[in-house]
């Protein structure tokens, strides 16, 4: 359910396989499942360039982190310290291994 | 919750910052803006130590796209109903979203803090205002404009032969279908009288290379000098995108200086 907050235990290690697989859900219910069965998403898939997630989509991104991890992941200050271009590369990878890091420091 | 039913739409709403911290309220600009304007950056900025609403406007990113209201009496009526929650609040807008707040203040002045206007214009000026015709000249403006910057950063990405997704544009929507363009044209404008006699502070914030100079000039001299600050920026008409960090140096301690005192938000 979007809106429920799921708080992840401090003490729970995650790994970037869990992670990655949540957030190819998220992205499948931001883009729509259908354009999502025809690609793959990996660690190296580009965020802007491979899934086209507009910069309405990454507001939705963060509100879908936001209920699944809770504050501990600040996407949105992780975003709003990076550069344009940064953004424009940013790839899933890197997005996974944030995530992984906010958990587990 | 992000969507909220008001006036019988339908409107996408973000919130940051901290529950209870003095509220500011943002309003994006026409056809190519939505809450992404704000959201990573003076929305982020700003959220540090207030309470941010940031909304889509009607037929805007994740909102209802209705087939009418779209006059400035309708867009400020939105936001008076999505605001009217928060309490006194610092409106901030950009483009015709600082005209959205501007048109608040007038008629709410006792729920508007101050308003901060980023390159805001009127399409078509006062000047140019009146019966069909060469008012809406600037709107094809703002639309060359939308266009250019999409352009840009589609040739950012390479293609690789992928089949793209294809979405109607809020450009394509409210051009194509909705009564946006003759509604602003009925009712698009300022009284400038009325404004000129505004008590409630604005920032007035404009780009150097704007390509609505002329227009955002022509607005921002209708406002008094008593209640009003000018800064120009170094940018175009997305100072947002142009220059965030000079943006939010300046909006900063405007906001802090005028927002709701601390103590009146809690309890």
């Keep these: 359910m979007p ?39 990996t660690m190296d898939s580009m965020v802007t360039e491979d899934l086209e997630l507009e910069s309405i989509e990454f ?18 200050d992780w975003i709003a310290g990076m550069e344009l271009d940064q953004i424009i590369l940013l790839t899933v990878g890197q997005l996974v291994e944030f995530v992984v890091g906010c958990l587990t420091s | 919750m992000p969507d909220v039913v008001a006036r019988g739409v339908r409107f996408h709403t973000q919130w940051l910052g901290p529950e209870g911290a003095p509220p500011v309220v943002m309003v994006h600009g026409m056809l190519t803006g939505n809450v992404a304007t704000w959201y990573f950056g003076l929305g982020a900025a700003l959220a540090v130590d207030h309470r941010v ?7 805007h990113g994740r909102s209802q796209a209705p087939v009418t209201g779209y006059t400035l009496t309708d867009l400020a009526a939105d936001l008076d109903a999505l605001a009217e929650g928060v309490g006194p609040a610092v409106l901030v807008g ?40 060469d008012d809406v000249v ?46 602003l044209r009925r009712d698009g404008h300022l009284d400038r009288s009325a404004l000129a006699r505004l008590v409630v502070p604005v920032l007035w914030v404009s780009g150097d290379t704007s390509p609505f100079r002329a ?12 209640s009003t600050e000018r800064i120009e920026l170094p940018g175009g008409h997305a100072l947002h995108l142009d220059c965030p960090e000079r943006l939010a140096a300046a909006v900063l301690p405007f906001v802090a200086r005028t927002r709701c005192p601390e103590e009146a938000t809690h309890g």
């Design chain 1, 59 to 76: 507001v939705a991104l963060a509100e879908q982190l936001r209920n699944r991890y809770g504050e501990r992941v600040d996407f949105v």
């Design chain 1, 3 to 41: 809106g429920e907050t799921v708080e992840v235990p401090v003490a729970t290690a995650v790994t970037a396989a869990e992670v990655l697989a949540a957030v190819t859900q998220m992205i499948g219910e931001i883009i729509g499942e259908d354009y999502l069965a025809e690609i793959d998403v």
């Design chain 2, 53 to 59: 609403l940031m909304y889509d406007q009607r037929g």
């Design chain 2, 94 to 133: 950009h483009s015709f979203g600082g005209v959205v707040a501007l048109r608040r203040a007038l008629d709410r002045p006792g729920a508007v803090r101050s308003v901060v206007a980023v390159d805001s214009f009127e399409p078509g000026g006062a000047a140019s205002a009146g019966p069909e015709g």
């Design chain 2, 215 to 226: 227009e955002v000039a022509d607005l921002g001299a209708a406002l008094p000098d008593a």
């Design chain 2, 138 to 183: 600037d709107l094809g403006a703002v639309l060359a404009w939308g266009r250019q910057r999409r352009m840009r950063a589609m040739a950012e990405r390479s293609s690789r032969g992928r089949t793209r997704r294809t979405r109607a544009t809020a450009e394509q929507v409210l051009l194509g279908g909705t009564t946006l363009v003759s509604d």
